[in-house]
């Protein structure tokens, strides 16, 4: 499990484990990690832990926030990270293997919902854009847009099985040991693990409406940075939507989210950053 050590001036002051899919920091009592102090703002960062993996963001504070001594908006946590916040230092620790990458959860999914044209960038072929390129964003977003998840991820070869002429042939020259040696059992294939059935958002308003995201990633951003961003994440046992950023929380079939995760169900309604999208299944 993913914990933070808060520590100042060289003593370590408390251990914090990130049991919940999103923390927030700062010196306002409501914070699960309160900070009282005047270079800490009273909501000043949040880590938002899906799996294995944590991502911290900057919530806009004052000072600023560094990891590893630089200032960062958006940062994929890794292992002995070191946050700084004032004068205030929380390491990271988390010894698990990755889900993501950073890309994964930067990559937001733009949504707009003023009718601006929709452009197609002409540096990464295949890579659909929504919205205005032009469009002036928050720090931390240094091209200027952001872009669809990319082509679905090469599969993994199958096993290779033996075929019918030359099990007989084999057989055929086991025959006269068949007696004195018993044949070996066929090794099983590993289990492999669950995962949902393909399911996909549409938009259904706004100058984007009736494009379609196939949610192949374990995170997809959605959103408008700096306004309402969520996050949906891919689970063994279905798609899950959790509020990262923004002062209202995303609705689902006209039902304000919290805190918590909300599982996905076919043909869910959500509205996000004045947008409205369906989630759905698809054809296994």
Do not use: W
Request: proline residues 10%.
């Amino acid at each position: 499990m993913a914990k933070l050590i808060i520590s100042v001036d060289g003593q370590v002051l408390d251990e914090v484990a990130l049991v919940k899919e999103r923390t927030t920091v700062g010196r306002k009592s409501h914070n699960d990690v309160r900070i009282e102090n005047l270079a800490v703002s009273g909501e000043h960062a949040a880590i938002v832990t899906i799996l294995n993996d944590s991502f911290l963001e900057d919530l806009g504070s004052t000072n600023g926030t560094t990891v590893n001594g630089h200032p960062i908006k958006k940062h994929f946590l890794q292992n002995n990270d070191v946050v700084e916040i004032g004068k205030y230092r929380l390491k990271y620790i988390n010894e698990k293997a990755s889900q993501a990458s950073t890309g994964d959860f930067e990559k937001t999914m733009v949504l707009r919902p003023s009718p601006v044209a929709t452009a197609q960038s002409p540096s990464q072929p295949g890579a659909a854009r929504i919205g205005d390129p032009a469009a002036t964003r928050p720090a931390g977003y240094p091209d200027g847009s952001a872009t669809l998840p990319g082509p679905l991820p090469s599969v993994a070869p199958g096993l290779i099985r033996q075929s019918s002429t030359t099990a007989a042939v084999a057989a055929a020259a086991d025959a006269p040991f068949a007696g004195l040696q018993p044949a070996a059992a066929p090794i099983a294939p590993p289990p492999r693990p669950a995962s949902p059935p393909p399911a996909a958002i549409q938009i259904l308003t706004g100058p984007s409406a009736g494009k379609e995201l196939d949610l192949v990633k374990n995170l997809t951003t959605l959103g408008k940075p700096g306004v309402q961003v969520a996050v949906i994440t891919r689970r063994p046992h279905g798609f899950f939507l959790t509020h990262v950023e923004g002062a209202q929380y995303p609705r689902v079939n006209g039902h304000s989210l919290d805190a918590q995760p909300r599982q996905l169900n076919d043909h869910d309604i959500i509205e996000l950053a004045g947008v409205k999208m369906e989630f759905f299944h698809k054809p296994g």
